[in-house]
């Protein structure tokens, strides 16, 4: 099974347009529409990024 990911906006009627995709004339495939969240995607792209680290015992040795 052949997987294609796009990313596009509906039109203001509601219409979906997908183009130029890789399968051939005729073939059958089964779409699955997800909604994108925008707040997931922008934030917490780097969740550590400014937090300090901090180690109890960095040199002991680890049983």
């Known amino acids: ?3 294609h ?3 596009t906006k509906l039109t203001k009627n509601g219409t ?3 183009e130029d995709l890789p ?3 005729g073939e059958a495939v ?4 997800l909604e994108r969240s ?3 995607s922008d934030s917490n792209l ?3 990024q400014g937090k300090v680290i901090h180690y109890d ?3 002991e040795p680890v049983p």
Do not use: G
């Open 1 to 3: 099974m052949k997987a």
């Open 5 to 7: 990911r796009i990313e």
């Open 16 to 18: 979906l347009i997908l």
């Open 23 to 25: 399968f051939q004339a």
């Open 30 to 33: 089964e779409i699955i529409i």
């Open 38 to 40: 925008s707040q997931a």
């Open 46 to 48: 780097y969740p550590l």
């Open 57 to 59: 015992q960095p040199i």
